[in-house]
């Protein structure tokens, strides 16, 4: 199977679909500028009515830079991450919504403003943003199906461990024989309360303000809360397998045929991957790892047999980089 499209996919995913749709959106407010005030409202205040204002030219060129900037990020990000098929997909699909969604809403907020002569005492409508959200994560899927799945390059070699983990330790597993290692993770101390934190501002600013769809949206910043950084961490002879406790998703599988060697590296969350959650390391010795930080200590060390690699803090990982290394001695002999 050729692979040499995928890096052509990735850009065109991560950096491509956000300038297009950065386009498409400065194109329809230029070409409504006869039809638009000269000052349009780009600011709502807290009673929902219109506090802040620009030209129609500004109002393209925040479209336009706005475009221009995340497909910047998209592009570095993919070629930063190009051995990680499930790293590439979600950059691009973060760039691709992102932009798609902030193009989305400017437009058709001025497009609410076509045909008036002042735009003062103007209201946010509600159903804009929704549109905006609902056309954002189309994009967004849209780019995950456009992004490869697979990675550009063939299978690695293994090379030294990174700076900080230990060399991979074994358990022995008989043949015949079944053997299950699971552990939940989650986060806690200061990053919980600072997510509960903000998800908690957020609610009470929706409700002071009467603004409804932002309560709606901390509602959802909650859910998505609670189901990223709770999960339970799972090794048996199908591979690693990490899924969210509340939903069973996110879920992330490594099956063992795609494992090269398993490993404990100890973990510094906002050094090493610039805060927790799902994350990519983008500069020290993990660089390029990706996976679930939800708290700093030791973790679970997975390299792949395509050159990427998978982290995952959770207690007792020692035992589950053992039990994988026995796994893949007994299925094909060696790591």
Do not use: C
């Not at 949206?217 to 609670?226: G, I, R």
């Not at 969210?244 to 991957?273: C, N, Q």
């Not at 035992?319 to 094909?332: I, V």
């Amino acid at each position: 199977m050729t692979t040499t499209g995928a890096p052509v996919r990735a850009v065109l995913a991560a950096a491509g679909l956000p300038l297009l749709a950065g386009a498409v959106g400065v194109a329809l407010v230029l070409g409504w500028r006869d039809e638009l005030p000269s000052r349009i409202a780009t600011h709502w205040g807290v009673d929902g009515t219109a506090d802040g204002f620009g030209s129609v030219t500004a109002v393209a060129w925040l479209i336009g830079g706005f475009a221009a900037g995340f497909a910047l990020l998209g592009l570095v990000l993919v070629l930063a991450v190009r051995a990680d098929a499930t790293v590439t997909r979600l950059v691009a699909a973060t760039t691709a919504g992102t932009t798609a969604f902030v193009s989305a809403l400017v437009v058709l907020l001025a497009e609410r403003q076509r045909g008036l002569a002042d735009a003062d005492g103007l209201e946010l409508p509600g159903l804009v943003v929704v549109g905006a959200l609902a056309l954002g994560v189309a994009v967004a899927v849209l780019a995950a199906v456009l992004a490869p799945r697979r990675p550009a390059a063939g299978t690695a070699s293994l090379g030294a461990l990174p700076a900080g983990a230990t060399e991979p330790p074994q358990l022995t597993v008989g043949e015949g024989e079944r053997v299950v290692w699971t552990r939940p993770a989650g986060t806690g101390g200061v990053p919980a309360a600072v997510l509960v934190a903000g998800t908690g501002v957020t609610a009470i600013a929706g409700v002071v303000g009467r603004q409804w769809w932002v309560l709606g949206l901390s509602l959802v910043l909650a859910v998505l809360t609670a189901a990223m950084f709770s999960v339970t961490v799972t090794v048996d002879e199908r591979g690693l397998t990490v899924r969210g406790r509340l939903f069973g998703r996110p879920r992330m599988h490594t099956s063992l045929d795609r494992i090269a060697r398993a490993s404990v590296v100890a973990v510094r969350p906002v050094r090493d991957f610039g805060g927790w959650g799902y994350r990519v390391s983008a500069i020290g010795p993990l660089k390029g790892t990706s996976g679930y930080v939800l708290r700093g200590g030791e973790a679970l060390l997975v390299e792949r047999t395509d050159g990427g690699r998978t982290v995952v803090t959770v207690d007792d990982a020692a035992t589950a980089a053992a039990l994988l290394n026995g796994l893949l001695q007994r299925r094909f002999g060696g790591v």
